[in-house]
């Protein structure tokens, strides 16, 4: 069993991405409905906030609602939505205690209002905390938000607000994430190993990680086992493996650039 001392503290990932699948498929099983496995789901996000805000890890970002999860039955999606608040409501107490920021991505405003409301208000509430950074993806989509930059930049090169020169655009200023690092580990539950939409450009030079674990079995020893999968990997950014070892700086830092 992964344990949190085997961690090495140097090569800690500054930012996790979770796409927490396979609540549906845990429920399922039990002979439930899909809510009961997203319910259940809590736990889980409970489990990795803690040990990431334990471990020192700087971003945690979830995959809370996809723009594509609005093709679900209107029952599922009005429990989700019920379920970020209440979650959001009853875990405000522990991103206090822990020091955690709440910082959302995604399209916010086509939210419900109470739900923008409850979010809005753990914002400000944490906006003062220096711990883990928490960013909940909430109708979200990568391919979205590349098109929003796009749209945000030709308006600002339309209004002369930037120099359009042959020079490639700054794109990441216009993302969503624009103030956040790029993960360097994601984290897929359930045994699907795909992107679906998530984070399409900062993911591109970040090392995934497939389990099979479903989400609502998810524990921190299970993200221990992520991490310590994470640190056996070479980041190479394009480089060759010779060129990453010679460079290694002596206390054995991850090469990031
Ligand atoms: C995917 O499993 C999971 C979701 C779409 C929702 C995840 C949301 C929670 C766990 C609530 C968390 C709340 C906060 C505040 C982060 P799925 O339904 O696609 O599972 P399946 O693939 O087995 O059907």
Same mark, same amino acid.
Request: glycine residues 6%; aromatic residues 8%; proline residues 4%.
């Given at each position: @069993?992964?344990?949190?001392?085997?961690?090495?503290?140097?090569?800690?990932?500054?930012?996790?991405?979770?796409? @927490?699948?396979g609540n549906g498929r845990w429920a399922k099983k039990r002979g439930n409905q899909r /809510?009961f496995g997203?319910?259940n789901?809590?736990?889980?996000?409970?489990?990795?906030? %803690?040990?990431?805000?334990?471990?020192?890890?700087?971003?945690?970002?979830?995959?809370?609602?996809?723009?594509?999860?609005?093709?679900?039955?209107?029952? %599922?999606?009005?429990? !989700? @939505?019920?379920?970020?608040?209440?979650? /959001?409501?009853?875990?405000?107490?522990?991103?206090?205690?822990?020091?955690?920021? !709440?910082?959302?991505?995604?399209?916010?405003?086509?939210?419900?209002?109470?739900?923008?409301?409850?979010?809005? #208000?753990?914002?400000?509430?944490?906006?003062?905390?220096?711990?883990?950074?928490?960013?909940?993806?909430?109708?979200?989509?990568?391919?979205?938000?590349?098109? #929003?930059?796009?749209?945000?930049?030709?308006?600002?090169?339309?209004?002369?607000?930037?120099?359009?020169?042959?020079?490639?655009?700054?794109?990441?200023?216009?993302?969503?994430?624009?103030? /956040?690092?790029?993960?360097?580990?994601?984290?897929?539950?359930s045994?699907?190993?795909?992107?679906?939409?998530? !984070? !399409?450009?900062?993911?591109?030079?970040? %090392?995934?990680?497939?389990?099979?674990?479903l989400?609502p079995d998810?524990?921190?020893?299970?993200?221990?086992?992520?991490?310590?999968?994470?640190?056996?990997?070479?980041?190479?950014?394009?480089?060759?493996?010779?060129?990453?070892?010679?460079?290694?700086?002596?206390?054995?830092?991850?090469?990031?650039?």
């Amino acid at each position: @069993m992964a344990t949190k001392e085997s961690i090495k503290q140097e090569r800690l990932p500054r930012h996790i991405a979770v796409i @927490m699948d396979g609540n549906g498929r845990w429920a399922k099983k039990r002979g439930n409905q899909r /809510i009961f496995g997203h319910k259940n789901g809590v736990k889980s996000v409970r489990e990795t906030v %803690e040990a990431s805000a334990e471990l020192g890890v700087n971003y945690l970002t979830l995959y809370a609602f996809s723009r594509e999860n609005w093709n679900r039955p209107d029952r %599922e999606i009005d429990a !989700l @939505m019920n379920l970020l608040i209440s979650t /959001i409501d009853t875990e405000t107490k522990t991103l206090m205690d822990n020091d955690i920021k !709440l910082l959302t991505i995604g399209n916010v405003e086509g939210l419900p209002q109470k739900v923008q409301d409850k979010v809005a #208000e753990v914002k400000a509430k944490t906006a003062q905390n220096q711990g883990l950074k928490l960013v909940l993806a909430l109708n979200y989509s990568g391919r979205w938000e590349l098109q #929003e930059a796009l749209r945000r930049y030709g308006e600002d090169v339309k209004n002369q607000r930037v120099d359009n020169g042959p020079h490639q655009p700054d794109l990441e200023q216009y993302l969503t994430t624009a103030q /956040i690092p790029d993960p360097d580990l994601l984290i897929r539950t359930s045994g699907e190993a795909r992107l679906s939409n998530f !984070l !399409l450009w900062q993911l591109a030079y970040t %090392e995934l990680y497939f389990t099979e674990v479903l989400w609502p079995d998810f524990r921190k020893e299970n993200l221990y086992e992520a991490i310590l999968n994470y640190q056996t990997r070479e980041r190479r950014f394009g480089k060759t493996s010779e060129q990453v070892v010679r460079n290694k700086t002596k206390n054995n830092a991850p090469q990031y650039g």
